[in-house]
Nanobody, 123 residues
Framework: QVQLVESGGGLVQAGGSLRLSCAVS????????MGWFRQAPGKEREFVAA???????YYADSVKGRFTISRDNAKNTVYLQLNSLKPEDTAVYYC?????????????????WGQGTQVTVSS
């Protein structure tokens, strides 16, 4: 069993920054690929970013150049740096862990999910 706990969300003005963290416990962290998804009110949960265990990163077009995913295997933690935030980035952000060797942009690829952290961007 793998447990994921997100933190770092909050209220920020447009143009500001936040860093989300996701602490992982329960299994060998380095063997998992990690992803971030988000869900705005009334919308489907959507892919934001992923980091394969090998180091390859993937980003949604809407966040490319503004968000950065990274991991610290020594701390069993994955991060999402959010820069140049926009009101449309407002959502609950979820961390997820995947043992899949395939596509990481779909929710189905992920075995474990955190509870989410709220990010609110004011205009």
């Amino acid at each position: 069993q793998v447990q994921l706990v997100e933190s770092g969300g909050g209220l920020v003005q447009a143009g500001g920054s936040l860093r989300l963290s996701c602490a992982v416990s329960g299994r060998t962290f380095s063997g998992y690929s990690m992803g971030w998804f988000r869900q705005a009110p009334g919308k489907e949960r959507e892919f934001v970013a992923a980091l394969r265990w090998s180091g390859t990163t993937y980003y949604a077009d809407s966040v490319k150049g503004r968000f950065t995913i990274s991991r610290d295997n020594a701390k069993n933690t994955v991060y999402l740096q959010l820069n140049s935030l926009k009101p449309e980035d407002t959502a609950v952000y979820y961390c997820a862990a995947s043992s899949s060797a395939g596509v990481l942009v779909t929710r189905l690829a992920y075995n474990y999910w955190g509870q989410g952290t709220q990010v609110t961007v004011s205009s």
